[in-house]
């Protein structure tokens, strides 16, 4: 007995469609792998401030360069010691990075950063 003979196919075609359209919609907004750490962009009124996630990252292990209206943020995260075998492991390691696209330009020798408790803030002053 086949799909089409019991008058399902078109349903079971139709759960596959709403479910990966469901799974698009969950992932859309949730960080890769490749995409890197979660940030929040936000507007301060005189100026921009980014605040990127980056636990287990040291400051000598994090770049900044703004490239246009581009700031890009790199680093790399702490990597398992020889011989550790996770048992499990939710925190990623090794090289990231991502690009931001600032909503207008920005003062450059006025941006300043700094890493506090695994969170790295970037102010950047809006140009006038």
Do not use: C, Y
């Not at 596959?16 to 698009?24: E, N, P, T, W």
């Not at 980056?54 to 990597?79: K, N, S, Y």
């Not at 803030?121 to 809006?126: D, E, G, I, Q, R």
């Amino acid at each position: 007995m086949h799909l089409d003979e019991l008058g399902t196919r078109n349903d079971l075609e139709a759960l596959i469609a709403v479910k990966d359209r469901l799974d698009d919609l969950i992932l859309r907004d949730l960080p890769t792998e490749a995409a890197g750490p979660r940030a929040d962009l936000l507007d301060l009124g005189d100026a921009w401030q980014l605040r990127l996630e980056v636990p287990g990252v040291d400051q000598e292990h994090l770049e900044l360069a703004l490239q246009g209206d581009e700031l890009i943020v790199a680093g790399v995260r702490e990597t398992l010691e020889d011989g550790v075998r996770p048992v499990f492991s939710e925190r990623p390691t090794g090289p990231f990075q991502r690009t931001f696209r600032l909503p207008g330009p920005v003062e450059h020798d006025a941006i300043a950063a700094h890493l506090r408790a695994g969170l790295l803030v970037v102010h950047l002053p809006k140009r006038a």
